[in-house]
């Protein structure tokens, strides 16, 4: 099963609004990470937050970590049309993941749309 | 501006043949990885390696499916035979230190077994 699963599922909105997407987890973690993959690419980096922090920012995305509630919420402040794209967290969870080896497990993503 | 690179990034192959997928990480990454993409189940984790050594391949089927790397350059992923239900989009990423650090993607080879 998915260590991380996002919500919603997909999301409109119309250009300048804030979008806010959720991420859920199961179990202990060191770092959360946020992606992003726009159609027909490979999934890009956006902003890292370590297990004992609670609040990121770059630019126009805010993370915020809660690890007691298990959760992370991404949001991104006056949205453009190149905002749209799926978004993906990415979370570590040390001994979750096959063999013991220390990799990500992937959520399925929000599918953002950011209507002109 | 360092990128993974994968070739092909398209290919279509009849059920039988066998499917071989390259990548060349990023200079001076020590971890690979290889995931794969479907709409039902999202981004799986086929394959890490961490210099050159696989660390974990138990998302793969093992009856399959290969990975080796060569050198540190070159990464492959085989499949043989193909199947039609391995079609999807095979994602190579690299990384630096342990594999929960950030991994940078390249564009994927997109696979379509008839």
């Known amino acids: 099963s998915q260590q991380g699963e996002e919500d919603p599922q997909a999301l409109s909105i119309q250009e300048g609004e804030n979008a806010t997407m959720n991420c859920s987890y199961k179990?202990?973690?060191?770092?959360l990470q946020w992606y992003r993959q726009n159609s027909g690419r490979g999934l890009v980096h956006l902003i890292l937050i370590r297990s004992n922090e609670r609040e990121k920012h770059s630019g126009r995305l805010r993370v915020t970590l809660d690890t007691s509630k298990k959760s992370s919420s991404l949001l991104i402040t006056a949205s453009r049309a190149a905002d749209t794209a799926s978004y993906f967290c990415?979370?570590?969870?040390?001994?979750?993941?096959?063999?013991?080896?220390?990799?990500?497990?992937f959520g399925k993503g929000t599918h953002l749309i950011i209507q002109p | 501006d360092a990128r993974v690179t994968q070739t092909p990034r398209h290919k279509v192959t009849e059920m039988g043949q066998e499917v071989t997928m390259r990548c060349q990480p990023i200079?001076?990454?020590?971890?690979v990885f290889w995931y794969r993409q479907t709409m039902m189940q999202g981004l799986e984790l086929l394959a890490y390696f961490r210099n050159r050594a696989p660390l974990d391949d138990s998302g793969m089927p093992k009856d399959r499916f290969s990975a080796e790397m060569p050198d540190a350059t070159l990464a492959t992923l085989k499949i043989q035979p193909s199947e039609p239900r391995d079609s999807a989009v095979y994602f190579c990423a690299s990384g630096r230190g342990a594999g929960r650090d950030t991994q940078y993607f390249g564009p994927g080879t997109r696979l379509t077994v008839l």
């Open positions: 200079l001076g990454h020590n971890t």
């Open positions: 179990t202990s973690i060191n770092n």
């Open positions: 990415a979370t570590d969870a040390v001994g979750y993941s096959g063999g013991g080896a220390d990799g990500l497990t």
